[in-house]
C-alpha cells in the first residue's frame, strides 16, 4: 500500500553535515506520522525524528538541536537533515510511516557513517 524509499546515506566527517531523503508513493493519504529511525550495530533500533500531517514534530534527545525532519509541499517526500555529525551518529536510518488505521511502513534504511 506504501512503498518508502531512502536515499542519502554516505560516509561524513564528524562535524559534517547530510541531509537523508525518503520518497513515499503508494496510498499516502492513509497517512498521519512520518519518522526517521536509526539502528547503530549491536543496537536496537530507536526512534530519531517523527512529524505528523498536522506539523507537530518530536527529536530524540541525543539529535535535538542537530537534526530536522520536514516534508516537501507535494507531501512525497520526507526530509532529514542532520548536522553536526558525530560518530555515534552512525548507523542505518530507516524511513517509517504510520496510517491513521494503525499500518506501519518502513523502508530499507540508508547507511550512515561518521568517521574521520
Known amino acids: 500500500q506504501v512503498q518508502l524509499v531512502e536515499s542519502g546515506g554516505e560516509l561524513v566527517q564528524p562535524g559534517g553535515s547530510l541531509r537523508l531523503s525518503c520518497v513515499i508513493s503508494g496510498s499516502i493519504l492513509i497517512l498521519n506520522t512520518m519518522g526517521w529511525y536509526r539502528q547503530a550495530p549491536g543496537k536496537q533500533r530507536e526512534s530519531v525524528a517523527t512529524l505528523t500531517t498536522v506539523g507537530i514534530t518530536s527529536y530524540a534527545d541525543s539529535v535535538k538541536g542537530r537534526f530536522t525532519i520536514s516534508r516537501d509541499y507535494t507531501k512525497t517526500t520526507v526530509y532529514l537533515q542532520m548536522i553536526s555529525l558525530k560518530p555515534e551518529d552512525t548507523a542505518v536510518y530507516y524511513c517509517?510511516?504510520?496510517?491513521?488505521?494503525?499500518?506501519?511502513?518502513w523502508g530499507k534504511g540508508t547507511v550512515v557513517t561518521v568517521s574521520s
Open positions: 517509517n510511516a504510520r496510517s491513521r488505521g494503525g499500518q506501519i511502513f
